[in-house]
C-alpha cells in the first residue's frame, strides 16, 4: 500500500518567515496530493490540494509543487503569522475509476510554531 | 461548522466495555471514514464506506466495528478486543470519490470524540 513520509515533524520560524514542508510518497500511481491544516484541538481542514496532472498549484500565501518523477511534493507557506501555527498533514491518495476502492493515507504530521 | 457532526465529544470507558461513537453528516456525501489519531502518529484509517450497506476495512481495523445503514450516519464500535483504545477518533465524509467526474475530493472532517479508557 502507499507510505507517506513527511518532515520535519516539527518547525519553528520567526513571523514574516517562509515555512516549508516536504513529503515523499511510495505508489507511483498516486494522483491527488492534498494538504490539511489542523489548529489545536479542532479539526483538520483542507487548505490546498494539487492533483498529478499539474506541477504546482497557489492559493495566496501557499503553494504546493508536486515533482511526480521524485515522487515527493510540498507545502510553502510566505509571509507566515502566528495564526499559520498548526500541524500540517500531507496525504496521498490514488483514483483508479469505477467504483474501485479509494482512501488517503496521510503523513505524520509537522507542528509548525509561528513565533512573534 | 455543521454539516458533519460527532458525539460524543469526550468519552470514558472502562476496560472490557464496548462503545459507540457517533458520526452524522448532512452534507449528502456517499462516502464516510474513521480515523484514529495519537500524538506524533498522523491520522490512521480504520474503516471507510463508500456506499450504504458497504463497508472496507482500513489499516487499523482490529479491535473495531463499524454499519452503514443509512447514508448519513457511519457509527463506530470500540470492541473491548482493542488493546489500546485511547485515542482522539474523526470522522470524516466526502462526496463519492470513485464517480468518473471526480479526481479526489476533499474530506470534511467531524469534530472529533476523545475516548479516555480508565
Known amino acids: 500500500g502507499e507510505n507517506v513520509e513527511q518532515h520535519p515533524s516539527t518547525l519553528s520560524v520567526q513571523e514574516g518567515d517562509s515555512a516549508v514542508i516536504k513529503c515523499t510518497y511510495s505508489d507511483s500511481a498516486s494522483n491527488y496530493f492534498p494538504w490539511y491544516k489542523q489548529e489545536l484541538g479542532k479539526r483538520p481542514q483542507l487548505i490546498i490540494d494539487?492533483?498529478?496532472?499539474?506541477g504546482e498549484k497557489k492559493d495566496q500565501r501557499i503553494a504546493v509543487t508536486l515533482n511526480k518523477t521524485a515522487k515527493h511534493f510540498s507545502l510553502h507557506i510566505t509571509e507566515t503569522q502566528p495564526e499559520d501555527s498548526a500541524v500540517y498533514f500531507c496525504a496521498a491518495s490514488r483514483y483508479a475509476g469505477g467504483g474501485s476502492n479509494y482512501k488517503l493515507t496521510f503523513g505524520k504530521g509537522t507542528l509548525l510554531t509561528v513565533n512573534p | 461548522d455543521g454539516g458533519i457532526t460527532q458525539s460524543p465529544k469526550y468519552l470514558f470507558r472502562k476496560e472490557g466495555q464496548n462503545v459507540t461513537l457517533s458520526c452524522e453528516q448532512n452534507?449528502?456525501?456517499?462516502?464516510m471514514y474513521w480515523y484514529r489519531q495519537d500524538p506524533g502518529q498522523g491520522l490512521r484509517l480504520i474503516y471507510y464506506s463508500q456506499i450504504v450497506n458497504d463497508f472496507q476495512k482500513g489499516d487499523i481495523a482490529e479491535g473495531y466495528s463499524v454499519s452503514r445503514e443509512k447514508k448519513e450516519s457511519f457509527p463506530l464500535t470500540v470492541t473491548s478486543a482493542q488493546k489500546n483504545p485511547t485515542a482522539f477518533y474523526l470522522c470524516?465524509?466526502?462526496?463519492?470519490?470513485?464517480?468518473?467526474?471526480?479526481?479526489?475530493?476533499?474530506?470534511?472532517f467531524g469534530p472529533g470524540t476523545r475516548l479516555t479508557v480508565l
Open positions: 470524516a465524509s466526502s462526496i463519492d470519490p470513485s464517480q468518473p467526474r471526480s479526481f479526489g475530493d476533499e474530506q470534511f
Open positions: 452534507l449528502n456525501h456517499d462516502a
Open positions: 494539487i492533483r498529478s496532472n499539474v
